[in-house]
């Protein structure tokens, strides 16, 4: 079985701030990993994935994450937010191979402030 | 390039009505998936699709029945509502994963309220 685990439910930052938004995860096998980002009344959209190869993955809107096998975490990092990354944001992951079960953390939510 | 459609977008449901939520992609993927969200709770998933032919259940199957109609199109049908059952629920696609291919494609959602 796989679990995934979101450690902060709310992060609130200033503008122009760092943040990261932390995941751990626990698997038997090797896993598929993804970050995707929910915006108020809409479906989620994947912000980045890590498949294989290199452990630091870059995204869209400027975000990273860092796959980290021996922590079996999935840290998502910006170095400067901006108001419009307020948003709510989902870690997940796969066993790989299509038709896998994909498995969600709780989610975390992303308060940008002026 | 519509990628992964929902119908309808809300609905409102008496305890005990019936209804089928319905999704279709048009990217050609194998697996198909029914979550539902709820607040601070993240995604649970209802059932999948692995391939044409194959449903299993996900972590939260009571209550719900799938059909894999054919390759583009995977239904949820809720047969006797419950208040419980008031959600968002999203479909999603995705291809194979280790061919590179696209990650998880979602629908816009379905915000289903049941009286």
């Known amino acids: 079985a796989q679990s995934v685990t979101q450690l902060d439910s709310q992060v609130p930052v200033f503008e122009e701030a760092p943040v990261e938004l932390r995941c751990n995860y626990s698997?038997?096998?090797?896993?598929?990993l993804f970050w995707y980002v929910q915006y108020p009344n809409q479906g989620l959209q994947l912000l980045l994935k890590y498949l294989s190869g290199s452990t630091l993955v870059k995204g869209i809107n400027g975000f990273e994450a860092e796959f980290n096998k021996s922590q079996t975490s999935f840290h998502l990092r910006k170095p400067s937010v901006h108001i419009s990354d307020t948003a709510e944001y989902f870690c997940?992951?796969?066993?790989?191979?299509?038709?896998?079960?994909?498995?969600f953390g709780e989610g975390t939510q992303l308060t940008v402030n002026p | 390039n519509a990628g992964v459609t929902q119908t309808p977008k809300f609905q409102v449901l008496k305890t005990g009505q019936s209804m089928t939520l319905q999704c279709a992609q048009d990217?050609?993927?194998?697996?198909m998936y029914w979550y539902r969200q709820d607040p601070g709770m993240g995604l649970r998933l209802i059932y999948y699709s692995a391939s044409e032919g194959t449903t299993d259940k996900g972590e939260v199957p009571n209550g719900y029945n799938v059909s894999r109609l054919n390759k583009r199109e995977f239904s949820l049908r809720l047969e006797s509502a419950a208040p419980s059952q008031t959600s968002v629920y999203f479909c999603?696609?995705?291809?194979?994963?280790?061919?590179?291919?696209?990650?998880?494609?979602f629908g816009n959602g379905t915000r289903l309220t049941v009286t």
């Open positions: 997940a992951v796969s066993r790989g191979t299509s038709g896998s079960r994909l498995t």
């Open positions: 999603a696609s995705m291809g194979q994963l280790d061919q590179g291919n696209s990650p998880l494609h």
């Open positions: 990217m050609n993927h194998n697996s």
């Open positions: 698997s038997s096998v090797s896993v598929y």
